[in-house]
């Protein structure tokens, strides 16, 4: 087969690839089937006959393991961020080949654009906001010991492990670029296996990833076709990550490699999540308008079929009747058909069984609801055949009070149910029958009724979106899982969480509580901790470049008396006169200071005075100061003193600096400390400057 195939080749039957062990494997059989959601032509075809998975599974803990942990985070960011613009510059054949799934252009951009956007975010926060190391430190020092000789520090390492990635046909880039970025970054390998039906998306993908060369060798591979016995060769290094229904979640947190082996098993199945109309809101208030287009936005994107759609609509029951009305005349607008046709609002299904599959779930809901809006045997379309395409016009349908089957039964397209409530304690219970869900809206404009019900719905959600006038215009929507927030729920929902920011990268590594010396745990770490060495030599650490600067480098300054007159001064010159500072009557009657003291932010500034080298050289900049607390006051003829130590050297991938943390502590002439901060430099790589 050719590596690089084009459009057109889709357009003729092509049987799917694997990219396993270092090269590309095809099936010895005909494959599967696959076809085209709106045409029923075939697309292409799938099989994994005969792939080798064990091998897979070795190249990735190997090969792509061992070339992933030898990269820090800013350098696995850098290649996330490279890739991230590789497969922009590329995405036309993307979006060509997303219209097969069913998907419109609006709908392409949510799973492409949605997918390259989240590699950029995860980028960004892994330069930002992990060291440019291959360790992560969670959390405070803990001082173990009387002297401070025995500390704690938890910290967190890579897995030798492969991350396994089982996604659902819905986001064939999305899934896999959501699941890929965050265990990238951990320095998981990742063998990812999307669902079947829309594989050749992800196939196409993956080709372009691993031609462009910017990932190194064993860190990607794919499962084109069934995953047959893939968990029995995991171990307790492994994971996996699932997003698709409860049934085959069910079947995995059985498998014994799961129950015994101690592989991590992450699941996002099956969600009946709800918007909640609040009390408050009138038919002419604007949140009555923003709910209506919320709810017919997550009936009709992806024809419904979205983990996050909106599958309950909790109205109050005295305005239920106008919010009907509302829905069904906008849902009425939605143009369905061919998702090639420009005039197209909503495509097709995946395909002609997952059609079968969202009517059966209707019929179950018929069990203890009504059609509001919509045609049962499927309405009008643009254009378009419904034998060969799985189209399905929306349905709204209304539940009877106390129905059962809309908390339980999940139509995975365009089909939403109104249920009513009377005051919030039941909008809370009925959000809550869905045993647990992804996401929830809640619209309303009324502080007490928000606090109420956020509070009531948080713990049965990972996600809740307050919509008003206020946010609507920047509101990123209900159903967008974003890559700084968590994406999963509670319960049904699966109980796995994604997502979050680095919070997604920590899920994949381990965290280890380390307990040692300050000296040792300083080797460990590589970054200096409270006890340990500390080395004052004759170089004043400011005149220093990076490629000199060492951990623990210490200057420990002069000393030098506050008088009254530099407190005086200081109020009258900054116009912070707190009486404190400036009424020696008043002062005497705080509780805490019985006197005069010195601003806190004098004996900062008097530190810097006593620290810094004051004449150009290899520190650029100071950038902030982090955890800056005053622990005892300063007191007039009080004599302060300040050692600065290097905590932590971070030098950028990008720029010709870098950016070093000092740990500052401030003693008075008793020796205790009157405030301790870290103090932020930019600091250049060499000195004098090369450039
Ligand atoms: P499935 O659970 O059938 O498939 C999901 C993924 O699991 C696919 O990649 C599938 O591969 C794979 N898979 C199936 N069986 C096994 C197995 N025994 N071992 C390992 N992997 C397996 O879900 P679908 O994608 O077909 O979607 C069906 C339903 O799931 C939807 O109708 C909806 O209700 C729900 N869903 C929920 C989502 C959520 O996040 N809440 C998202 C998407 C779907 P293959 O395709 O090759 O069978």
Redesign the pocket.
């Known amino acids: 087969m050719d590596p690089n195939p084009s459009m057109e080749e889709f357009s003729v039957s092509t049987l799917l690839e694997s990219y396993a062990a270092g090269g590309w494997f095809r099936a010895a059989d005909e494959g599967q089937p696959l076809l085209d959601a709106a045409t029923g032509e075939e697309v292409a075809r799938i099989s994994s006959c005969g792939l080798d998975l064990a091998a897979m599974v070795g190249h990735a803990r190997e090969t792509g393991g061992p070339a992933l942990r030898s990269l820090t985070f800013h350098e696995r960011a850098s290649a996330l961020k490279a890739l991230a613009k590789h497969l922009l510059a590329g995405k036309d054949e993307f979006y060509a080949l997303s219209v097969r799934t069913g998907a419109t252009v609006r709908d392409t951009a949510v799973d492409v654009d949605g997918g390259i956007g989240t590699l950029f975010s995860f980028a960004s926060k892994g330069t930002r906001e992990l060291p440019n190391d291959t360790i992560v430190l969670d959390g405070a020092l803990e001082r173990l010991g009387k002297t401070g000789a025995f500390v704690g520090q938890h910290i967190y390492t890579s897995r030798p492990g492969v991350a396994v990635q089982?996604?659902?046909?819905?986001f064939p880039v999305w899934g896999m670029l959501e699941k890929l970025a965050p265990a990238f970054l951990a320095g998981l390998p990742t063998i990812v296996?999307?669902?079947?039906?829309t594989a050749y998306l992800t196939e196409l993908v993956v080709r372009r990833i691993i031609e462009s060369g910017l990932l190194p060798e064993g860190s990607l591979q794919l499962i084109s076709?069934?995953?047959g016995s893939l968990l029995d060769e995991l171990t307790m290094q492994d994971s996996v990550a699932?997003?698709?229904?409860a049934?085959?979640a069910g079947?995995?947190r059985r498998h014994p490699n799961v129950i015994d082996g101690g592989v991590r098993l992450g699941v996002?199945?099956?969600?009946l999540n709800c918007s909640v109309l609040g009390p408050d809101v009138k038919a002419e208030d604007p949140e009555f308008e923003l709910f209506i287009k919320g709810v017919v936005a997550e009936m009709t994107v992806k024809a419904g079929q979205k983990?996050t759609a909106i599958r309950r609509v909790i109205v109050p029951s005295r305005i239920a009747g106008e919010v009907e009305d509302a829905l069904a005349a906008r849902l009425a607008k939605i143009s369905v058909g061919d998702p090639r046709n420009p005039d197209v609002r909503m495509g097709a299904l995946a395909s002609l069984g997952?059609r079968d599959?969202v009517r059966k779930a209707v019929s179950s809901l018929l069990a203890s609801a009504e059609v509001v809006a919509g045609d049962l045997n499927g309405g009008p379309l643009l254009d378009g055949d419904t034998e060969r395409g799985a189209f399905l016009t929306p349905l709204l349908l209304r539940a009877a009070k106390g129905a059962v089957e809309p908390h339980n039964v999940?139509p995975?397209g365009p089909v939403s149910t109104v249920i009513t409530y009377d005051g919030i304690d039941e909008a809370v219970a009925l959000a809550a029958r869905g045993k647990g869900s992804?996401v929830a809206s809640v619209v309303t404009h009324d502080a007490d009724v928000a606090r109420s019900v956020v509070l009531g719905l948080a713990p049965w959600h990972g996600r809740v979106l307050l919509l008003d006038r206020d946010d609507a215009k920047e509101s990123t929507g209900h159903g967008s899982p974003l890559p700084m927030l968590v994406h999963g729920g509670p319960g049904r929902?699966g109980g796995g969480e994604e997502l979050g920011g680095i919070r997604a990268v920590l899920h994949h590594m381990q965290r280890t509580a380390v307990q040692a010396s300050p000296d040792l745990l300083t080797a460990v770490t590589g970054q200096w901790t409270t006890g340990a060495t500390q080395r004052v030599e004759d170089v004043h650490p400011f005149r220093k470049s990076l490629a000199d600067l060492r951990i623990g480098d210490t200057i420990k300054s002069a000393e030098r008396t506050v008088t009254l007159a530099d407190i005086e001064h200081f109020a009258e010159f900054t116009g912070d006169t707190f009486y404190a500072h400036t009424d020696a009557e008043a002062a005497a009657r705080n509780p805490l200071f019985g006197g005069i003291v010195a601003h806190g932010y004098l004996v900062v500034s008097l530190a810097a005075g006593l620290f810094v080298e004051p004449s150009p050289g290899p520190v650029l900049a100071n950038y902030g100061v982090d955890n800056l607390r005053f622990l005892t006051p300063v007191k007039a003829d009080d004599t302060i003193a300040v050692t600065l130590t290097v905590k932590q050297i971070k030098p950028r991938n990008s720029a010709d600096y870098g950016e070093v943390r000092w740990d500052a502590v401030v003693t008075n002439q008793e020796g205790s400390p009157v405030a301790t901060y870290d103090v932020l430099t930019l600091v250049a790589k060499t000195w004098p400057s090369e450039s």
């Not at 296996?193 to 039906?197: F, L, N, V, W």
């Not at 699932?242 to 229904?245: I, L, N, P, V």
């Open positions: 089982i996604n659902a046909f819905n296996k999307p669902a079947s039906q076709g069934s995953a699932f997003t698709g229904s049934h085959t079947i995995l996002e199945a099956d969600s983990c997952q599959e999940e995975f992804l929902a």
